[in-house]
């Protein structure tokens, strides 16, 4: 394959997407076969636009909550004074793994009632263990040479986070990030049956009303971001990686 | 001896603190949707055992809130989590108004607030502890049987969860096995086609790069957009195939939701197939060669053998996974505890919810538990064995 096919592939898929949740009746015909008895082919409840960029508000005030909260606590835990905690939190990351994302949407209404919040929590909570234990596996794995030169430059422990250990696990952590944002905008449309505002809107209404065109477009434009932001995100990792010196597959 | 304070029991003793003194214990309700009233440890029990409970998890905190030998830490926690299990089924028996069946009570914000603080203790210490695979899955066992005994014994039958049960027992079961079948049927599908598929793009490199592709992308369609989209194609099926509406496919209920968390198995079955058949040693390789193993043999003896933890290590992502996803497939009709959470969601009764949503976790967690334990006895053994 050559090397430009992949990226033109993309942006391809990008146009597309912009232009089918800014103008989607001009995909009406394609889409009506797969509709019955008259029903609308293109979603006529909201706009598509407005949606999708409340579907990625959400998952963006998510994952930089998550991102915060996470590499803070994965900073914590493998400083001298944390290190105490450094055992239970991995405990505790892989018991936080087994809760399904349903369930933990579901649990979060009684506390929060209806809407956007239980969402935006369950979003935060599962978006944190992925970068939390990036962070972690990056912060306890530098090259033990140079944090010894670190240390023998005489740089202080904040100057060694700051200026060593940070940018050195950045291609790991942003692992872990993008690995959270995809879950979070799979896991961003079940928050629809909690009455949140995102694209899983669009393919509830398609179930209820059983209308195979809502379905199928909602779920094609969460994939389509879903693909294009684990693309661009790897592709700023392997950025990251480059600038650190490291090589990647 | 000076006492020295314990860094996690400060985080421990100070959720205690605000949960049993500030947070209410149990909510009364008059029916199952009506907002509730907050009740205090002290308001929801009789005094004697309102006080008991008082002492037990402040004592245990103070335990934890030291630095205190292990065993202790052990046996407080254990004391607490116990007190709290049997005292909030004491709980619901008391706030129940006598021969009154529309009221409600359930545990609150005070109550799972404890069992959580107890909770983290006692993993603090089984951590620290480093049990074998085999004690952590005796562990387990004891604190299912525990539960188990409770439930059985009747203690916990005035909660509001369990009067949810009770009204629908049957269904409850019925779910409970469809869930169950869903999540291991499509790990069994995935497994007996994921792990050859995996062992193919190990074998031929110009697949490899495709066959992840596709998985990754399957991978980041929505759960609910999946099963949603594969009701066309199997209501097709269903029609046109002869013999297939007879065997069960059906445009909707179990049959999408089986090929949907079969397709979202098959990328942790031949991603991990395919890194452990990477990770063999080519030594292990050229000596097998050298014996004058043909290819199956080396396959089959040396390079599966050698690779089984980390094909295992998928599989558990898989099970846990799948058993979560499951859930969802209550959405289109395919049963599993799902139907009890949505149910919950629409009536806003949360105690549906949870009677939909602990089952799922419980579930997930002992599966992830037991499946570890099996990696790790697979690795050592192996270990050993070529030590």
């Known amino acids: 394959m050559k090397a430009w096919l992949p990226a033109l592939l993309r942006l391809a898929v990008l146009l597309l997407l912009a232009v089918f949740i800014t103008s989607p009746n001009w995909f009406e015909p394609l889409l009506k076969p797969l509709t019955e008895n008259g029903a609308p082919a293109i979603y006529n409840q909201g706009s598509l636009l407005t949606l999708t960029l409340q579907h990625l508000r959400i998952v963006l005030m998510a994952t930089v909550a998550a991102t915060i909260v996470a590499v803070a606590l994965a900073i914590l835990v493998t400083r001298p004074a944390g290190a105490e905690f450094l055992p239970l939190s991995r405990s505790l990351v892989n018991i936080g793994q087994t809760f399904p994302p349903v369930a933990v949407l579901a649990l979060a209404v009684p506390a929060v009632g209806f809407g956007e919040k239980p969402t935006l929590i369950a979003l935060f909570l599962y978006g944190l263990l992925p970068i939390f234990e990036n962070a972690l596996t990056a912060l306890t794995n530098l090259p033990g ?14 100057q060694r986070l700051m200026k060593v250990e940070l940018p050195l696990s950045a291609p790991v952590i942003l692992g872990g990030i993008r690995l959270s944002v995809v879950i979070s905008l799979a896991t961003a449309t079940i928050g ?35 693909v294009l932001i684990y693309d661009g995100l790897s592709a700023i990792e392997r950025y990251a990686a480059r600038r650190m010196g490291q090589r990647t597959e | 001896m000076t006492l020295r304070l314990d860094k996690l029991g400060v985080v421990i003793a100070a959720i205690v603190a605000y949960a049993a003194f500030l947070a209410p214990f149990a909510t009364f309700r008059a029916n199952r949707i009506v907002p509730g009233q907050a009740r205090s440890i002290l308001e929801a029990l009789p005094s004697m055992l309102g006080m008991l409970l008082l002492a037990i998890v402040t004592g245990a905190a103070i335990v934890a809130l030291l630095r205190t030998p292990l065993l202790l830490r052990l046996i407080a926690g254990v004391v607490a989590l116990v007190a709290l299990s049997v005292l909030i089924g004491v709980a619901g028996g008391f706030l129940t108004p006598a021969g009154n069946t529309f009221a409600r009570v359930s545990p609150a914000s005070g109550f799972w607030l404890l069992i959580f603080a107890f909770t983290l203790l006692l993993a603090d210490v089984l951590t620290r502890l480093n049990l074998s695979p085999r004690a952590r899955v005796g562990v387990l066992v004891l604190a299912a049987s525990a539960i188990a005994a409770l439930l059985v014994s009747g203690r916990w039958d ?34 007996v086609v994921g792990i050859p598929l995996g062992i193919l793009c190990h074998r031929v490199e110009k697949l490899r790069a495709g066959v992840l592709n596709v998985l990754n992308i399957i991978q980041t369609i929505p759960s609910i957009a999946l099963f949603g989209l594969l009701i066309a194609p199997l209501g097709w099926v269903a029609l046109h195939v002869p013999g297939a509406a007879a065997v069960g496919i059906r445009g909707i209920g179990t049959a999408p939701a089986f090929v949907a968390l079969f397709l979202y198995s098959l990328l942790p079955v031949v991603a991990n197939t395919v890194v452990g058949l990477a ?45 979560g996803l499951a859930t969802i ?55 050993v064995e070529t030590a």
């Open chain 1, 192 to 226: 629809s049956t909690v009455a949140a505002k995102t694209l899983g809107e669009v393919i509830i209404a398609g179930l209820i009303s059983n209308n195979l065109a809502f379905v199928l477009q909602g779920g094609l434009i969460v994939a389509a971001l879903a």
């Open chain 2, 158 to 191: 005035s909660l509001s969860i369990l009067k949810e049960y009770a009204g629908r027992a049957d269904s409850f079961w019925a779910e409970a096995s469809k869930h169950v079948t869903l999540a291991l049927g499509s790990l069994a599908g995935a497994v």
């Open chain 2, 279 to 323: 990770g063999v040693p080519r030594v292990a390789n050229d000596a097998a060669r050298g014996m004058g193993m043909t290819d199956r043999q080396r396959l089959f003896d040396v390079e599966f053998p050698l690779a089984f933890p980390v094909i295992l290590t998928g599989i558990r992502i898989v099970l846990v996974q799948n058993i």
């Open chain 2, 329 to 383: 497939a209550a959405l289109i009709g395919g049963g599993g505890f799902g139907v009890f959470v949505f149910q919950g969601v629409g009536q806003t009764a949360m105690d549906l919810v949870l009677l939909g949503a602990l089952p799922t976790v419980a579930l997930a967690f002992a599966a992830a538990i037991i499946l570890d334990a099996v990696i790790e006895m697979t690795a050592t053994k192996r270990r």
């Open chain 1, 145 to 158: 040479n140079v944090m010894e030169a670190a240390r023998g430059a005489g740089m202080t422990g904040w």
